[in-house]
């Protein structure tokens, strides 16, 4: 397990550049 750390660090990182990417739609749509 040598990725360990790493993978679960850039899995942190995506999901939250997704939840940004998210919350700007959102707020461009004006929903």
Do not use: H
Not at 3 to 17: H, S, T
């Amino acid at each position: 397990m040598s990725y360990g750390k790493n993978e679960g660090f850039a899995l942190l990182v995506v999901l939250f550049i997704l939840l940004v990417i998210i919350g700007v739609s959102y707020i461009d749509c004006g929903c």
